[in-house]
């Protein structure tokens, strides 16, 4: 007979624009929380392989999206909203208030190629 599966505390990763609380990591998907202090900022960045959705749980965030020909997109994400990022796919998250953004997204969470950083990663 094979065990039941025991309750685990996420694992709450420490980053200089708020903290990420990974909720979910298996070989097929993982979950976490960002949690962006107001005035803050993720890097601008791309993934290759990643692929993601983010919903927004509290807060404002703004969300910059790029094409490879350099034009910018910002668009403005309250709670209850949505967006899906897929491989490629140039973005930026900044924090309008402090917010909670839910992630959804394939495994591979090391997939990070930052274009532009503020904290100089």
Not at 72 to 99: K, V, W
């Amino acid at each position: 007979m094979t065990a039941a599966p025991a309750p685990f505390a996420p694992r709450r990763v420490a980053k200089p624009w708020g903290y990420e609380l990974i909720w979910a990591q298996t070989t097929a998907y993982a979950g976490k929380i960002l949690h962006i202090e107001r005035g803050h900022q993720l890097s601008y960045q791309y993934h290759q392989v990643k692929d993601e959705t983010v919903y927004v749980l509290a807060g404002v965030l703004e969300l910059e999206v790029g094409a490879d020909d350099g034009l910018r997109q910002r668009l403005q994400l309250s709670a209850g909203s949505g967006f899906h990022i897929p491989p490629g796919l140039r973005h930026r998250m900044s924090a309008i208030e402090t917010c909670d953004v839910l992630e959804v997204s394939t495994p591979q969470l090391d997939d990070i190629v930052r274009l532009e950083d503020r904290y100089g990663r």
